[in-house]
């Protein structure tokens, strides 16, 4: 009998819930390093920072503003083959970050089909409940907005915070992600 996949539960300050089930035999350290943030409550009272119309709802545009979640992880997006992992799209939750960014702790849910991100950004858990919160997150309203490397994105008007992030692994243990030991950009250490 197979191990059950750990199940991650979002609560969202307007009461909803997103459950996603995470996938580590297709991103296995990319899980361990999400696991790792959420049981350090690394993701809790954060306000959902970068929304895209038509592409993603992003958690973090500046790894959460936290030291804790400013790390490197191998990028595990070519980790199995393109025809058994999922693809990056609604009900899909992807690691963010990479090319000399920070990859540790980034993560967003696309909000249509991304086939350009295919390859570049691990999918590593599909969404069992609480799509129709991430469909209204990329709806709301929202104003540009700039962090210090000069990326210019779109932040929502009013805040939509993640009140917590739970994960059951149904007893079983994660180690935590082994990370890459690479410099870290310095406009990612300021914050």
Request: with cysteine; net charge negative; proline share 8%.
């Amino acid at each position: 009998m197979t191990s059950p996949n750990p199940i991650a539960t979002f609560v969202m300050q307007n009461g909803a819930k997103i459950v996603v089930e995470l996938m580590p035999h297709l991103a296995p350290n990319t899980v361990r390093s999400f696991i790792h943030l959420a049981n350090q409550g690394a993701f809790d009272h954060h306000p959902i920072e970068r929304i895209e119309r038509d592409f993603v709802v992003d958690a973090s545009a500046y790894a959460f503003r936290r030291a804790a979640c400013r790390y490197l992880i191998a990028n595990e997006a070519a980790l199995v083959p393109e025809s058994q992992r999922l693809l990056p799209d609604l009900g899909t939750i992807c690691m963010g970050g990479y090319e000399n960014g920070i990859a540790g702790g980034e993560f967003f849910f696309p909000l249509t089909p991304q086939k350009r991100l295919d390859g570049g950004y691990p999918c590593f858990g599909k969404i069992l409940g609480g799509v129709d919160e991430i469909v209204r997150l990329g709806q709301v309203a929202v104003e540009p907005a700039t962090i210090p490397d000069g990326m210019d994105y779109r932040r929502p008007v009013e805040p939509q915070v993640i009140i917590g992030v739970t994960v059951d692994t149904f007893g079983i243990d994660y180690d935590a992600p082994d990370k890459l030991d690479t410099a870290l950009p310095a406009h990612w250490l300021a914050g």
